[in-house]
């Protein structure tokens, strides 16, 4: 069995949101000093999922794979770490720099040269963008059945069983593999990196292919035209009144006139 598991580099989302830079001539986030990227913390519980799944089926393979910059080894190193077997980085723009489409689009390629595989696991969206588009055009563009925001992942009898999380409940889905699932942050938290596989993780293979090896006729579908933060303005008027009454006679009246009530 091989599962493949795609992860993505990203700012860290847990620093202060004083240190989050915009630069707007570019449309891009800037990188601050001394703030290290790191993987998607839904890729990481991905990850999670597919070494779960691996523990009750030693046979099995985990491949991590990421559309990035050279930094993005650093994320594929992580997920050796954490007890995965291979990693491939198909060298392209600055993770979070292709939109959707692209990305899914030159990660389609590179899976179907990793053919054949079982199971694809994807974190439910990235904890940057937030569009949780990636994983449903991959699945369409290699033909797969997919199910999202699963809290936990089963492989039995040639198919999936995934406990999915809908807004009043769980819901049990099984389909045929292979297939592609979306792991959510109800799996739990994912394990971390001990020392023996932190020492083995430097000889396991890691693959790096340019993406126009991969996939020349990626090109933009879409384009932005803006990126930036949004200015929170607040205004503030006292009401006066010489008593409680005639004070609330007068917000009652400013909120009819502007139409809030």
Request: hydrophobic share 45%; aromatic share 4%.
């Amino acid at each position: 069995m091989k599962i493949l598991v795609c992860v993505k580099q990203i700012q860290d989302p847990e620093i202060a949101p004083g240190l989050f830079k915009v630069d707007e001539a570019s449309n891009s986030v800037v990188a601050v000093p001394g703030i290290a990227q790191v993987i998607s913390p839904y890729d990481e519980q991905a990850i999670e999922a597919a070494l779960r799944i691996k523990e009750k089926t030693p046979e099995a393979k985990v491949v991590v794979i990421t559309l990035g910059a050279a930094s993005a080894r650093d994320v594929l190193k992580h997920g050796l770490s954490m007890g995965a077997d291979e990693a491939v980085l198909v060298e392209g723009p600055k993770n979070g720099s292709a939109d959707g489409f692209v990305t899914a689009s030159v990660l389609s390629e590179a899976i179907k040269k990793l053919a054949p595989f079982d199971l694809i696991l994807t974190g439910r969206q990235s904890a940057d963008l937030d569009a949780g588009v990636v994983a449903c055009g991959l699945a369409e563009l290699l033909g797969i059945p997919s199910v999202n925001f699963a809290k936990s992942v089963d492989v039995s009898d040639g198919n999936v069983v995934v406990d999915r999380v809908l807004d009043n409940g769980f819901e049990k889905i099984q389909v045929q593999l292979p297939a592609l699932v979306t792991v959510s942050n109800e799996m739990g938290p994912a394990r971390k990196p001990n020392l023996r596989e932190t020492m083995k993780a430097s000889r396991k293979p890691m693959q790096s292919w340019p993406q126009n090896d991969v996939n020349k006729d990626a090109g933009a579908s879409q384009e932005l035209i803006r990126l930036y933060v949004p200015i929170k303005e607040k205004h503030c008027e006292i009401i006066g009144g010489t008593s409680a009454g005639e004070t609330a006679q007068m917000l009652v009246r400013k909120l009819r006139d502007g139409r809030l009530i």
